[in-house]
């Protein structure tokens, strides 16, 4: 049976990334907005619920260990966006490799990934540096919750100020299919399209909950503590949507709108998600979340170096791939 419920979970996350996607294109056309914004901030932050569900409610309604509360709560906050920095880019490099080639050219807008990069890297750096402040020191830790708070405000006002200059550019939402609910007969305006994100959104947070279910269930047999558990599996589940979402639309030739997606989830859950792990766990530099953040973002840095010097191959998200399977090593040495 646990079996089957993981599978089936997995089904369901699929059918609900394609319905998301779907209506979310037909969103981002209506709203005139560019790729960037439909991507990095729509998607982003719709997608990544699930996975922010589970640290919240780890922290603030877990079970009567407050240890292992707090345990995979860091777990699931850190765990995020290193499954996002490395698993992600490197499936999706893996779902073009065929059509493009080991060499082939990626191609999402340089300026929106910069400067999603650029704000994950800041805010991300300070989480690294709040493991290191004591916890007498409550009140310089406030200060860095509340920078990192202010980083995520920011990154929305910036990315949503450059949308009328990239559609201009050409950079605009298209979608290239009709809604799918108009295949029911009803009519493609806002309302359906509403409906329809909203029926992909309750699905795709179903699944993740399915899939973490099994996955919890499965734990003890394998003898993982419930830190490890956190930060390797759940995000595994809870990042199924922005892998598959991109995977979708990098395979449709949509760049940007394939980054976006990755790239904004990182930067949500880079900013205000370790915000709320400094200020309520304890937030210690053990192995495991240390090496997990040291990861993440030399990954990052490394994406947006070769973004910024002659472009992002496919072959360059494989690095990204290397590096998870690294930190796998080293977490479970």
Known sequence: MLVFEILGSLLLILVAAEVFVNALEHLGEKLKISEGVTGSLFAAVGTALPETLVPLLAIFAGGANT???????????????????????????????????????????????????????MAFSLSLVAMFIPHTQSWVRAVLAFIMVMIYFFYVMLTLKASSKLVANGHATEANEPIWFSRLGLPQNMTVILVQLALGLVLLVAGAKGFIHGVEQAAPILGISALVLSLMIVPVATELPEKVN??????????????????????????????????????????????????????????????????LRVWHLWLNGALYVAYLAIALS
Do not use: C, Y
């Open 67 to 121: 240890a292992v509360n707090e345990e995979i709560g860091v777990g699931a906050i850190l765990g995020a966006p290193l499954m996002l920095s490395t698993l992600s880019l490197f499936l999706m490099s893996l779902a073009v490799l065929k059509r493009r080639g080991r060499q082939g050219h990626l191609t999402p807008e340089r300026s929106g990934l910069k400067r999603d990069l650029d704000f994950f890297l």
């Open 246 to 311: 991109s995977i979708l639309w990098i395979r449709k030739g949509k760049d940007t709108l394939a980054f976006g997606n990755i790239s904004g989830a990182m930067v949500f859950q880079g900013t205000l998600l370790p915000a709320i792990g400094i200020s309520l766990t304890p937030w210690v530099p053990v192995k495991e979340v240390l090496t997990g953040v040291v990861v993440t973002l030399l990954a990052a840095i490394w994406l947006r170096w070769q973004l910024l010097h002659g472009g």
